[in-house]
C-alpha cells in the first residue's frame, strides 16, 4: 500500500518564511555581522569531557571564526577550564601541540609558566619586571559549561545566557544518553562554501532519496512514506531537532547482514527499540523510528540513534571557507566481532558523508554568482526555515535587545 | 621473523595479504577506488565463505591483547568490509567518481586495541 506520513510540528511555525533571501549570505559585510552578533554571543560547543580524563589533561582548540585558540583543561581540582591560548606577557601561542597531560604550561618565548587554573606561577627574571601586578598576568578565561559531557565555550565578555538557559527543554532531556557510546572516529574537512549551506546539507530529510540513493537505496521510509516525509520535527526559540522514519521494509544486502550478526544495527541500518530512552530521543514517540537530528543553534549538530550518535560542529573560517569538525560515536563493543560490525556501519557512512558534502562547493558558486536570489523550501525543509529566521533575529537585534540572547 | 601474515589455522588466507591487509583508512579507500569492480568482487567473493570462521576466532581473542597476526585478520576484515560497499549496492564503478573526494575528508580511526 502506497501511503505517506503528515509531519507533526511542535514549536513556533507562525512566522517562518518559505521563501529564503540568500544573496547576501557570501558577503563579507554579512559574516561580520554573524561573527559579532551570532557567534560571540552564542554558547559553541567545543569538546567533550571525556577528552580530559585526568587532572592535566589538555586539548587545543582552534575556532577559526572567532579567531580564537583556546586550551580546554582538567585542573589539579578536577574542575575543566577554558583559556585563550595566548601567553599574557607578550601574546605568543602558548601551546602549540593539540592535547596532552601537563601540570602546568611554559611559554617558549620566554620562559612564563601557568598552572592549569590559569594563574601565572612563572615569570622568569621576575625582578627586572617594575611595577608588576600579577593578578593581571593570569591567562584569559574563556566562560565555559558543560551539557551531558559536551564542553561549550561562550565568547562574550558576560553571556547573557547560562547554558541551561540558553540550550532550554534540551538540557535537561537527555539525562545519561551520550555516556552509552564512545568514539570511534574523529573527522576534520574544509570546504569552500558558505557555513550556513553546510549546516542547511545535514538538516532535511528531503534530499535523502536522491543524493544517497547510491549508498542508502532503502533505509528510510518505504512503501508506507514513500517521500520519505519526517514524522515530528519541533523548532525551539533557536535550536530544533526531528526525527526520521526508518523502512520497515528495508532488504539487507550479504555483507550487512554479516555485520548484523556479530553486531548491533546501527545506521544506515535502525534499531527503534526505546526502551530505556530518555524523553529526548524520538520525542514525538513516532512508529519506524530510525534516529534524530538536532540542531544546537548556531553550528552543531547531534544525528543520533539506538546505540550511536554522530556530531558535527561547522565554523565559518570566513564567508567562503567553514571547517567541519566531529565525530562518530558507538556503543563499546564487548568483542573484535562487535568492532568489525561498527566499521562495517561506519564505513558505509563514509559514503553517505561525502555525498552530503558533494553539493556544497557547487551550491556556493551558483551564490556568488549572484544567479539565485532567494531559494524556496519545503514543508520538509522547515529546519532551514527556521535556521534562517533565528539567524536574522539575531543579526537585527540591537544592543538593548542583546540582553535577551 | 616471519614473513607470514597470519597464524597457522589461517595460513590459507596468506593468498590475500598484503593486498588486502590495509590498516589505514585513507588507504582502504583508496585501494578500493583504484581497483577494478571484477577484482573487488573478486576478494569480497572469495573471502566471504571465511568470514565466520575469521570472526568467530576473533571473538575469542581479547581486544586488548590483539598479537601482530591477529591484527591482521582483522585488517583483512576491516578492507573487506570496505570492498563489500559497491557489490552489496550493486554499483558499476568501486566509487562515486562525482562524489566528495574521500582524501579531503581528515579521519582519525581508534586502533582496535582501544
Redesign the interface.
Known sequence: MDGTVDTVYKGNVETLRRRIPIDHLTTKENFLAEREKVFRRSWLMVGYTSDLPESGSYLVREVPTLNASIILVRGEDGEIRAFHNVCTHRGNKLVMDEAGCRRSFACRFHGWAFGTDGTVDLITDEQQFRDLDKSLLNLKPVHIDIWQGHIFANFNETPHETLAEWLGPIWSEYDGYFDQHQVAVTRRVETNCNWNLAINAFTEGYHTLYIHGGSVPDYQGGRSNPNRHRPFMEMFERHLRYSAPSNPNHVVTPAEEVAWRYGKPCLPAFDGNMEGMPVGVNPGRAENWAFDVMQIFPNSLILYGNYWHIEMTFWPIDEDHTLITGGNYVYPAQNLGERLSQDWTLSRGRFVLREDLSTLEAQHAALKSGVLTHIQLSQQEIALQHHYRVLSDMLSADQGEEKKL | MSDKFFSENFADLERFAPDWVIGG?VE??RKRADSELATVRQF?EDL?PE??RI??Y??T?P?DA?GGEDKNL?WL??T???M??P???K?EETD?T?????D???????A?TD
Open positions: 583508512i582502504r579507500q569480497f566471504f568470514i565466520d570472526i568467530t576473533l571473538n581473542v581486544m590483539m582483522y576484515v576491516v573487506w568490509n570496505e563489500s560497499h557489490i552489496d549496492l554499483w562515486e562525482w562524489s566528495f573526494p574521500f579531503r575528508i581528515q579521519l582519525w580511526e581508534r582496535p
